[in-house]
Each structure stands twice: as C-alpha cells, then as structure tokens.
C-alpha cells in the first residue's frame, strides 16, 4: 500500500497487475496505476519479463487529472503501445531525479507534461459515444476542480452534469471508485 499515486509504464515484455480481485495480463505499452492506500500485487511473466519506468506523485490535482487520462477504478490500466514518445517522457522525469528543489521542480514539469499527453491521447476527435455515466462523472469533476475551493452541494454538481443525484453517485462510484463528496475531499 502507498500513500501515493504510483503509475508504471511498461517499456518490454510482459507481467501480471492484480487489484480489486481481477488479474489484468499486460505487455509493452501498457500503463497501470496504483492508487493510493490500495492494496495491489504485480509480478513480471517468468519467460518474458517487463521492464518498466514509474513515478509516484500525489497532489491537489493528481486524481483529476488520472481521471481525465481515463483511469479510475474500473479501469486501472491503459493500453499505450504505438503511442511513441510516452516511454521517452516517463524516462525523462526519471533522468531529473535528484532532490534539490530544482530537480523536484523540473520533475514536476515533465509530470503534467507527460499527463497532459495521456489527457490528449485519452480523447482523441471523433471519439464513439462513451458511457452516459462516464460523461456525468467527467463532466462533474471538471465543475469539481474548478470549484473545489467554494462549499459544493451534491445538488448542485449533479445539476451541472445534468443528472439525477443516484445517477451522480453511480456514476462515481462506477468510474472514480468512491462518491461525489469522498471526491471533492481527496481534491481538495
């Protein structure tokens, strides 16, 4: 278990991610997420094992942005294989390591950069019609992060996703593994 958000990205071969009571097999290109206070197993394939490049980050705007790059509880890997580049920017905050303030600034740095391509990558034009309760959740926690600062009903974020309140809480409970309010809390 961590105290924090632990993303892998696997750069070869192949191994096995177990959380929640189902195992997902995973190969080169993919990327899982521990999330944190979660308890997990992961092992590589004993023929053909993986290699892999992680970071671990927390911070008021972590579980937004996982939630923007399509993680959540039901979905707590990604298939990334052919996305050229993602490799080289999870590396590259692996290079800067170091713990002077400089070095931790630039490691941050090269994060959002390397979210804000997963974001990108995640929502690609001309994107199938997703889940109506994906939709409500996404659309309500981007009303969360820009109003997390201001006292939030659930009333109200459901009125802005255009939903029912239990259609609102399924539609967290579904995709971010916890309610609205458990939500706007770990957010803040």
């Given at each position: ?14 191994g096995?991610?177990?959380?929640h009571?189902?195992?997902y ?10 999330w944190?206070?979660q ?35 039901r979905?707590?890997?990604?298939a ?5 580049g993602?490799?080289?920017k ?33 929502r ?20 969360i ?10 009333n ?16 967290f ?16």
């Amino acid at each position: 278990m961590r105290d924090h958000f632990l993303l892998h990205f696997i750069r070869s071969g192949q191994g096995q991610y177990q959380v929640h009571g189902k195992t997902y097999r995973l190969q080169a290109g993919d990327i899982f997420l521990v999330w944190p206070g979660q308890t997990v197993f992961y092992q590589a394939d004993l023929t053909d094992p993986w290699e892999y490049v992680w970071v671990g980050f927390y911070g008021q705007d972590a579980l937004f942005l996982l939630n923007q790059a399509g993680f959540s509880s039901r979905q707590p890997w990604l298939a990334m294989a052919g996305h050229a580049g993602l490799a080289e920017k999870m590396q590259r905050i692996y290079d800067q390591r170091g713990s002077q303030v400089h070095e931790a600034t630039r490691m941050t740095g090269l994060l959002y950069e390397f979210l804000a391509s997963l974001i990108e990558q995640a929502r690609p034009a001309g994107r199938r019609q997703e889940d109506p309760l994906l939709t409500a959740a996404r659309t309500a926690a981007d009303f969360i992060a820009a109003n997390y600062s201001q006292p939030i009903a659930v009333n109200e974020i459901a009125a802005y996703a255009n939903t029912s309140r239990s259609a609102l809480y399924r539609a967290f409970r579904r995709h971010f593994g916890m309610s609205p309010m458990q939500y706007v809390i770990r957010l803040r």
